[in-house]
T-cell receptor
Framework: EAGVAQSPRYKIIEKRQSVAFWCNPI?????LYWYQQILGQGPKLLIQ????????DSQLPKDRFSAERLKGVDSTLKIQPAKLEDSAVYLC????????????FGPGTRLTVL | AQSVTQLGSHVSVSEGALVLLRCNYS??????LFWYVQYPNQGLQLLLK??????LVKGINGFEAEFKKSETSFHLTKPSAHMSDAAEYFC?????????????FGTGTQLKVEL
């Protein structure tokens, strides 16, 4: 069974530029999550999708962050414009809708904002 | 609000020694509790989880954890450390909401295993 795929693995940009991350969840997983993991901290949930609908985006900085999951499969997370404090690893995870207690994580995208 | 506190950001043990990573939780409702492991440049992997069944939970790679409600703890243990156990470990708590399970992670404990 293929795991959660993310790309790119690494990205370096300058502040005020825009960036996008892509996630392909495990086949059949209706629930998809984006987490932000700042160095030295645990992951923090940014947004949760159920199919193509948003379940929880209470911690997403909506003035600069956006996410979509148009067809209920792949998802894209965008930052525009980026700030220095956005430097972090962005993790995507997925789960079955009926087993949301078991989330499977991708390898993450490490973003460095200069 | 729910939260977890991991005591000790760095733990060092000798190979073959007992591993004990501490986690205390705060939750106003019966929690689900998890331990994840993260190897360098990789995503998180679920080690074990407590979801209100047996209080002693066995996971992968010889790890286990015991849910102690009276102490609000969910400490992770392994009888004998191996070099391959060196990684960062995260404790997490969740409870079911109308929208599903929302995980709240601790700040992590870096485990170092020495010869």
């Amino acid at each position: 069974e293929a795991g959660v795929a993310q790309s790119p693995r690494y990205k370096i940009i300058e502040k005020r530029q825009s960036v996008a991350f892509w996630c392909n969840p495990i086949s059949g997983h209706a629930t998809l999550y984006w987490y932000q993991q700042i160095l030295g901290q645990g992951p923090k949930l940014l947004i949760q999708f159920q199919n193509n609908g948003v379940v929880d985006d209470s911690q997403l900085p909506k003035d600069r962050f956006s996410a979509e999951r148009l067809k209920g499969v792949d998802s894209t997370l965008k930052i525009q414009p980026a700030k220095l404090e956005d430097s972090a690893v962005y993790l995507c995870a997925s789960s079955l809708a009926s087993r949301q207690d078991t989330q499977y994580f991708g390898p993450g995208t490490r973003l460095t904002v200069l | 609000a729910q939260s977890v506190t991991q005591l000790g950001s760095h733990v060092s043990v000798s190979e073959g020694a007992l591993v004990l990573l501490r986690c205390n939780y705060s939750s106003s409702v019966p929690p689900y509790l998890f331990w994840y492991v993260q190897y360098p440049n990789q995503g998180l992997q679920l080690l074990l989880k407590y979801t209100s069944a047996a209080t002693l939970v066995k996971g992968i790679n010889g790890f286990e954890a015991e849910f102690k409600k009276s102490e609000t703890s969910f400490h992770l243990t392994k009888p004998s450390a191996h070099m391959s156990d060196a990684a960062e470990y995260f404790c997490a708590v969740s409870f079911r909401t109308g929208g599903g399970n929302k995980l709240t992670f601790g700040t992590g404990t870096q485990l170092k295993v020495e010869l």
